[in-house]
Each structure stands twice: as structure tokens, then as C-alpha cells.
């Protein structure tokens, strides 16, 4: 319920309140106040992204002047969509990643959450424990873990030796170097919405867990019943700022494959980087960036949709 | 009368109110500002300000360098020089933001594969006559080649890079081999005898292949191409030939020892070879400082010429930086002025240039000029260069065709993927060759 519109109503209705004149002077300080940052938005967000899509529909890199771009039409598209099996390649690669990555950390993150919620000892501690990976610089987690995961001599690998347990190729192969990305990638994040989770957790009212276990609610029940439904919101932010971060992940494969082996390991916005970058294709990689956000929107509104509160 | 009365009045005599105050207060920097630009653009007109843009970003490397400018300004005392510099990863990025902005260098140190690009954006000033002449005639055959596009010389060389075998001494005579590899069927043969295993644990590889790294992939490949008899393109870029038997034999080596489980791959960060994990790879000269740094020991370091097939001959792959000037100056001549200087002996023919001096002292380069690799025979005698430096005779430049960078990172895959054994060296080099003929007729090549 919006309190400020029923406080409102409330005086209106002992005539407190004029409506009318009043009520339209507010909306205007409201949209003078929001202005400055408005404004900001559209220079630095929408200019940006129109120019993306204007720079789509030509050739271009970047050395000749942007008023002399050939104009292409929708041909990088085409090509990307018809002719480019790497843009293929890599975009399953980072729906590959994307859902490997969700997936997982939210669910871990959830359980975790929900045992720190609980009376357990020295919980501070392992609050903090599962949450320091996230404060650690990509770039750094990625130059150590590529060491660790080394497919002849890596520390993983000698502990695997130590229990009698087979070495594993890890990011020297072609089937295990993405699930030892995800790997790698949950451990670094699935700290940050374990706090995230455990926020929302603390914020739901116990008296309705103590109703239910006087009402018989086992603990399956409670979490599907009480806890769940609660959790909505905070698991709507959560899956949808990982789905995001997923689907435009950069540093990590940058760092710890350098895209391999045989484009393995490559996303989509590695490529789209070498495409402009390496290759002075700047048309045909803001053709990928204009899909990829298209995408993106798509999904983001699905999972709204889906998770939504019902009203 | 009073104070503020008298204030009034003083305001009121001289005419000046608060109003009028506030505009002035508001129009000083703007005075400021136009008064600094005439008095600069009074000084521009005398003198010469050059901005140069490179990657040897350092401090190691600037200091040397802005001495030496230093030496050139005290020498001209019109030409102010203003170093800029930023790491390799950014330097084409600064290029072309530079360029949109309006905000380029008066020079630029650029790596020789971007020159098709740089051509076709007419980004670069066509050398003057007399400095395309020195560079013609004062650097070998190859070197010239890697810094002309079009039948065109557009700069002047500096630090040249080959590939050579390097090998760990110590590994190859434990294992019995009196000398290193000198043919493909050779290679393949010490690769087995120099792997050695723990049971199933490998504890040393024969042999080490660079990848996730266009350049490691690819351009120790392309030596062995060449020094199998293949071309990698047709003369007028029409076409790749890299597809061909002889590209196909080069591949077949590099599967072959992978699939004899010889070798490993990696990145020059793991550091396999320092650490005596790897006995032999292909890698250019410039390693040899990160070699230096390390534990290995120079002396346990050997280096020999690229492994040929039956009938062919060691042929190196080498690359290279140069100095052009670009299109969009005003101060044209003053750039190749300094070029010239910079380039060229200090006092007589068999003295060094102060690039010379610089490659060989600040960065433990090979210089491309030819009577600065004899004037540093010394420091270029050592025995980790001078096989890179011998080799500079019969070395080919990295093929400098639109779309190089593309063509590379396409071909690179593919042979990562014939290692891989996803499919075999014929099938996946002519999945490149289809490749890199789209991305040469896009690019005009034909």
C-alpha cells in the first residue's frame, strides 16, 4: 500500500488537504528534482546507445572520420545471424555460462543464506568467509585459479593425486573448461547474494513461522509456504542482476582461458571486444552488441513476468 | 557620511555596479583563456612541438628514450618533443580514439600488421624520397618488407623479432641428443625422448605449443609453413595458400607430436619452460628478457634454427615495429626530419643510430637497421640472440595483408582445433583458408 497516497486520502477526506493545484505543483518539483540526473541519462545512456545502432548499420574502424561510414543496411546482421558461426559459437557459450552460473549460485547462494540465517556458531565468521571471494578482484581470482586448475600441475590437481583420484585437464580441455569457469564464477559471486538473500530472510515477520508450526508446518513447509513467497522480490534481483552479469561476462574468461581452448570458453562480448578492437570491425560488433542487448531485454522481461508479485 | 555610503558612491563614480562586476568576474577566464591561446599560437608559429605516440610505456624505457630526444631538442632548439605512451593492449585503441578526436600524434610506433588498415584510412604521411630510399637500402630484405604495404614503405623499422627453436640444454643431452632438431621427422623423434612420466603423471614435455594467443599459435606455424616449402598467400593477395600440402605437413607435425603425447600447451605466463617442465618450444627473441628473469639459467638456454621438412630450409617468421608519421600533421616535414635523425648513425657509417642504441641497450632488442646489428655486434653476440639475429638473413615478414589480424585469429582456432583433434589439419585449414579469402575480398585484398 502506498502510504503516502493513503495518508493523502486520509486528509483529503477530513479537508486537511486541498487536491487539484496542489497536487500538480508536487509532480512538477518532483520531475524538476529528477531533471538533472534525466538529462545526464539521456546524454550518457540513450546517446550512446543510438549511436550503437546507428554504427550497426555501416562499416566501420574507427580510423576514418564517423561522416564518411559506408552505409550496410541490415548486412551485419545478416552475416552475424547467417554467415558468422563463431557469433553462433560464443552466443551459446554465454547462454551456456549464463545458466550454468544463475542456476547455481542462486540456489547455493539461497541454502547458504538460509543456514546463516539459522542459530549456528561463529556465524559472523562465516558470513564473512563465504562473502570475502566476492571482494577480491576478478582479474587476481583469475590468474590464481588458472594456476590451481593447471591441467598437469596444478594445486588441484595435486590433491586429487593425494586421495588417489584421477588428474582431471580442467581448463586445457574442451568439455571441462566452461564447468570449471562456472565453477570458478560461483565461488566469486555466490557470496554477494547469499548477503542479499539473508537481508530478505531477516526481514520476514517470525510470528508467521511460529503460526505455522503451531498450525503443524514442518520446515519443507515453512520454506515453500512462508519463506519462498516472501522471498520473492529479493530472488527476482537476485536471478535477474545475475542473469545480466552473466550474459555480458568478460574479465573472468579474458583472464582465466583467453576465450580457449578452440573458443571454448569465448563469450559473446569477448568476441564482440575482438571484433572491434582486434579486427576494426566496429560496425559488425555493435551489430552484436544491439542483439545482445535485444536478448537481454527479452529475457529480463520474462523473468519479471515470471516472478513477479501477484497483487 | 557613512561607510557603505561612501562605498556607494565610490561604485557610483567609477561606474562600476555589482551587476557589471559579476559579468566581468564571469568573462575573465574567458579573457584568460584567449590571451594564453594568441600568445601560444604566437609561439607555435616559431617553433615545432612534435607529439609521439609509442608503447614502450615503462619507466625503464622512457627514461632512455626521452634522453635521447632530449638530445635531438638541445640539438634543434625549435623542436619541442612530447613523449607519449601507453601499454600494447591500449595502443591501437589510443590510435583510433586519437584519430576520431581529432587528438593524434604527430608520430606513431606502430606494430607492422596494422598497416593495411592504417594505408586504407590514409592514416599515415608517405615517406619523402630520401628517407624511403635510407630504408630501403640500410635494412635487410625481410625488415624492409614488413614495413612497406602496396609496394610502399611507410616507416622506419625498429625492433625486430624472429622465432627460433629454443630448447633446455641440460634436457636434450640428459636424453642423448647431441644436437637439437633440424627437420620435422627430427622433431617429432626428440619430442618422444625428451617426455618423460610418473606412471600416468607427466613430469616433463617434450614439447611446449603456445595457444589462446593468436600470435603463439600462429606464427610459429607459419615458420614451419615456410620451412616446408608452402606460401601463405598468393602475391596479390587474392587468395590464402596456407591450405595447401605443405600447410597441411606443417600441422600434421604439430598433431603428430600432440597426439604422441609429447607435448602441452600453455601461455608464456605458466611459465612451463622456465620451470624445466617443457624441453623445446618456437618462441621470438624478445622472451629472452622474461628467460633472463628466471631461474632456468642462460646458459642451460640453446636456440636453433626452425625445423624444416624434407626439401625445405629453416625459414624464420619475423614481425616489426615502426616509426611513420601521420597524415594528419602539420609539421610533416620537422617529423621525418627527427625520423631521419633518429634512425640514421650518429658519426659515420659504422656507428650505431640512437634507435640503435636504445633496442639494444634499454630493451635487449634486435635493431632493423642493419649497420646498428654490426655496430652492437657485441651485445647482439650473445648467445641467446645472435642465433634470432643470423636468422634475420633468411627470415619472411608476417604476411602484412587487410585483414591480417582477423585472417590470424581465425587460423589460430582452426589449429588450435586440429590439436584438439576436433578434426584433421586438411579439413580445418581449409575451413581457415575459406575464412580468410571472405575477409580478403571484403577488405579489398584482391
Not at chain 1, 547455481?104 to 538460509?114: F, Q, R, T
Not at chain 2, 603463439?216 to 596456407?242: C, I, K, M, Q, R
Amino acid at each position: 500500500m502506498d502510504v503516502t497516497t493513503a495518508a493523502e486520502r486520509a486528509l483529503v477526506g477530513q479537508g486537511r488537504v486541498r487536491t487539484g493545484p496542489r497536487v500538480n505543483r508536487r509532480s512538477l518539483a518532483g520531475y524538476a528534482f529528477v531533471a538533472p540526473s534525466l538529462i545526464l541519462l539521456m546524454i550518457f545512456a540513450l546517446g550512446p546507445f543510438l549511436f550503437t545502432i546507428w554504427v550497426s548499420l555501416h562499416e566501420w574502424n574507427m580510423l576514418t572520420p564517423i561522416g564518411e561510414m559506408p552505409s550496410v543496411g541490415l548486412a551485419n546482421y545478416r552475416y552475424l545471424l547467417s554467415d558468422d558461426p563463431l557469433f553462433r559459437e560464443t552466443f551459446v557459450n554465454t547462454v551456456y555460462y549464463a545458466l550454468g552460473n544463475v542456476g547455481i549460485s542462486v540456489v547455493l547462494a539461497l541454502g547458504v543464506a538460509l543456514i546463516l540465517n539459522g542459530p549456528i556458531k561463529l556465524r559472523a565468521i562465516w558470513r564473512a568467509a563465504f562473502f570475502m571471494p566476492y571482494v577480491t578482484a576478478p582479474v587476481a581470482i583469475a590468474i590464481v585459479w588458472r594456476n590451481m586448475l593447471d591441467g598437469n600441475w596444478g594445486m588441484v590437481n595435486g590433491l586429487l593425486d593425494r586421495f588417489g583420484l584421477p588428474q582431471q585437464p580442467f581448463l586445457d580441455s574442451l568439455e571441462q573448461a566452461m564447468p570449471s569457469m562456472i565453477a570458478v564464477a560461483i565461488w566469486h559471486g555466490a557470496g554477494y547474494y547469499m548477503i542479499i538473500f539473508l537481508a530478505g530472510l531477516q526481514a520476514v515477520p517470525y510470528d508467521l513461522y511460529e503460526a505455522a508450526k503451531l498450525d503443524g508446518a514442518g520446515s519443507w513447509r515453512l520454506f515453500w509456504s512462508i519463506t519462498l513467497p516472501l522471498l520473492r522480490p529479493t530472488l527476482l534481483f537476485v536471478i535477474v542482476v545475475n542473469t545480466l552479469a552473466s550474459l555480458q561476462v568478460f574479465d573472468l574468461p579474458f583472464v582465466l582461458t583467453q576465450g580457449g581452448p578452440v573458443n571454448e570458453t569465448t563469450t559473446l562480448v569477448m568476441y564482440m571486444y575482438e571484433t572491434a578492437f582486434s579486427f576494426l570491425r566496429m560496425g559488425r560488433a555493435t551489430s552484436m552488441a544491439v542483439m545482445l542487448f535485444a536478448v537481454i531485454f527479452v529475457i529480463t522481461m520474462i523473468q519479471l513476468r515470471l516472478l513477479r508479485e501477484k497483487e | 557620511m557613512k561607510h557603505g555610503e561612501n562605498t556607494r558612491n565610490q561604485i557610483a563614480k567609477t561606474g562600476i555596479t555589482r551587476r557589471s562586476f559579476a559579468q566581468g568576474l564571469a568573462g575573465a577566464p574567458f579573457a584568460l583563456g584567449a590571451t594564453a591561446y594568441s600568445v601560444s599560437t604566437a609561439r607555435a608559429q616559431d617553433d615545432v612541438r612534435l607529439v609521439v605516440l609509442t608503447h614502450w610505456a615503462t619507466q625503464e624505457q622512457r627514461e632512455p628514450l626521452e634522453a635521447i630526444f632530449n638530445e635531438y631538442t638541445e640539438a634543434n632548439p625549435n623542436v619541442e618533443i612530447e613523449l607519449q605512451t601507453v601499454e600494447f593492449a591500449e595502443l591501437l585503441n589510443r590510435i583510433t580514439t586519437g584519430q576520431l578526436g581529432g587528438d593524434s600524434p604527430d608520430i606513431y610506433h606502430f606494430y607492422n600488421l596494422w598497416l593495411p588498415e592504417f594505408v586504407a584510412s590514409e592514416l599515415l604521411s608517405v615517406p619523402p624520397e630520401d628517407n624511403a630510399s635510407d630504408i630501403t637500402s640500410a635494412y635487410a630484405p625481410g625488415t624492409v618488407d614488413g614495413a612497406s604495404y602496396n609496394n610502399q614503405v611507410w616507416g622506419y623499422p625498429t625492433e625486430v623479432n624472429d622465432y627460433q627453436l629454443v630448447y633446455n640444454i641440460a634436457h636434450l643431452q640428459e636424453a642423448g641428443l647431441e644436437a637439437p632438431p633440424a627437420t620435422f621427422t627430427e622433431l617429432r623423434e626428440a619430442a618422444q625422448m625428451l617426455t618423460k612420466r610418473d606412471g600416468d603423471d607427466l613430469t616433463q614435455a617434450g614439447f611446449l605449443f603456445l595457444a589462446s594467443w593468436d600470435s603463439g599459435v600462429v606464427h610459429p606455424w607459419t615458420s614451419l609453413l615456410w620451412s616446408n616449402g608452402g606460401e601463405y598467400v598468393a602475391d596479390d593477395y587474392s587468395e590464402v595458400l596456407f591450405n595447401q600440402q605443405p600447410g597441411i605437413e606443417a600441422l600434421q607435425l604439430e598433431t603428430d607430436i600432440v597426439n604422441d603425447g609429447s607435448a602441452i600447451m600453455g601461455i608464456p605466463e605458466d611459465a612451463d619452460f622456465e620451470a624445466g617442465r617443457v624441453s623445446m618450444t618456437i618462441m621470438a627473441n624478445w622472451w629472452g628478457a622474461l628467460l633472463r628473469a628466471s631461474d632456468i639459467g642462460m646458459e642451460n638456454v640453446g636456440v636453433a634454427p626452425i625445423p624444416h621438412g624434407e626439401g625445405g630450409s629453416p625459414i624464420a617468421l619475423q614481425y616489426e615495429w615502426l616509426w611513420g608519421v601521420s597524415n594528419a600533421t602539420e609539421k610533416v616535414d620537422a617529423a621525418w626530419a627527427f625520423l631521419n635523425w633518429l634512425n640514421s648513425p650518429r658519426g659515420g657509417a659504422e656507428t650505431s643510430s640512437p634507435m640503435g642504441d636504445f633496442l639494444t641497450t634499454a630493451l635487449n632488442a634486435i635493431p632493423g637497421r642493419t649497420s646498428d646489428q654490426e655496430a652492437h655486434a657485441d651485445l647482439l653476440g650473445d648467445p641467446f640472440v645472435q642465433p634470432f639475429v643470423e636468422a634475420l638473413a633468411t627470415a619472411r615478414s608476417e604476411p602484412i595483408i587487410p585483414g591480417a589480424q582477423e585472417i590470424k585469429t581465425t587460423l589460430q582456432t582452426q589449429i588450435e582445433s586440429a590439436w584438439f583433434g576436433q578434426t584433421s589439419p586438411e579439413d580445418v585449414l581449409n575451413t581457415a583458408a575459406e575464412a580468410a579469402n571472405r575477409i580478403l575480398a571484403e577488405q579489398g585484398g584482391a
